[in-house]
């Protein structure tokens, strides 16, 4: 396991300097934290670093090993990898920052001599986007999100078929109540470790999330997103509907189409049906605010969709005209046959070759999935512990010289000052965040660059050592890298000025 530096010790307890609370630790126990502990007065990181190994990929066997353990059962993932990569996961931080990082690994890559910086960083400024793939309404936008009764984040813009949450961030880690910080913190090291969480929202819906599994909205789990917004989904569908209906709705919060009008109907020779709609129209066959938002059609409050329809135009309707009107997910729909008086008829037999249209919507929508994707500023501090110039690494990282990664997944480097991390908590290694009481999340981060370039930048270049050395001296656990993009990859980085 990863030995820390030992600050001091006091009758027998140890201080933990690997974070800002600056625990005592008796023999045998272990921090707050939980990833420190003193085992016979040596302060030491409880987890294992863990390796990104080749051999997965290669097909060998492999044997991750931790002490006192000479096996351990492999899971059966494959890596798809060149070389082994140490991953920040299990390092240790850099706290109080004046000191190199954890583990800082020279290994070649297609010739080139590299070098990758590791360090769990101490991140008070982080939070996680949430991705919600789901036409349901789960409340209005800016709305109080809250884990058992405290605010952690705020419903945000929604984004083409999925809701979007914006959770964390200092305010609520730092800025509220204890309880509030507390919980916040409890709820992002659940979230950013793929286990199930549970919120409100106010004014809104029951959440049940969970990375990488259909959300469950007021305890109903869906199964699809939605196709396309109404007019999109008119566009996609309008030849598969030409002359086995005369007219096609299709019910959307947002867009609502209709495929007379719409001018994909119109390039196809369908003729107008005097159909009426309630909401405010847009372009022809796209309507906006045909109904508030809801759990019901296309995210909408409506539950009998026949509601959005006012009086057929007598001067063009006509008895016997046959409707569908469907959502955009294709999980609700009706047929109709207007009668003598031009009211439409609900049928109680779907055409088998309608029916087909409709389930040619619903096979085109992808599964509901929930995403959530870390974010936070690696700051002043955590780059001291890569570089005695803080601002070169900045530098090095917008000019595209060092390749940035969270736990071996890539990661996505936002514009503008400092170096604002985003990744996609699936494609890292399971259980890879921590946090601390400040309260605080521990993140893996990796800066993988040219040997030249670290020494260029100010790097802590007596700190370098083999890979060979770092695994001798460390215990590790094998992991696959879910993504498949490697980070020491040429691909990653610029190899000339």
Known sequence: MVKQHVESAVNGKIRCDACPVMCYISDGRSGACDRYANVGGELIRVDPLTVIDETLSAGGAVVPFLPGKDTEEWSGDLVYANAPFVTAVGAGTTYPDYKPAPFIVSQTQNGIDMVTVVTEGIFSYCGAKVKIDTDRFIGPETAIVRVEGEPVGHVTTGEYGSQMLSLGGVHHL???????????????????????VEMQVDGGATLCLQAGHPPVINGVEESRMRVGCGSATIGMFARQWQNMVDEVVVVDDHITGVLSEHQAGKLLDIPPTGIRIKGRRSTPGRYFQVAEPGTGWGGTTISDPLSILGDFDPKVAYPGLRLLMVSTTGEQYGYYILDENLVPVAQSILPAAVRETVEIV??????????????????????????????????SV?????????????????????ITVMVDVTQMPSNSFGSVPTPALVAPIEFTMRLCDYEALGGHMDAVVPIEQALRE???????????AWPTAAGNFKWGH
């Open 362 to 395: 619903a096979e085109n929508c992808e599964p509901a999935m929930v995403s959530v994707l870390f974010m936070g500023g690696a700051g002043g501090s955590l780059r001291a512990g890569v570089t005695t110039n803080p601002v070169r690494l900045t530098r």
């Open 398 to 418: 917008k000019e595209a010289l060092t390749h940035v990664s969270c736990g071996g997944a890539p990661a996505t480097i936002w514009p503008g000052g400092g």
């Open 474 to 484: 460390a215990g590790r656990k094998i992991a696959p890298l879910v993504s498949g």
């Open 174 to 196: 730092t800025g509220g109540s204890k309880k509030e910080g507390r919980i916040t913190c409890e709820t992002l090291l659940q979230l950013c470790n793929r286990e199930r």
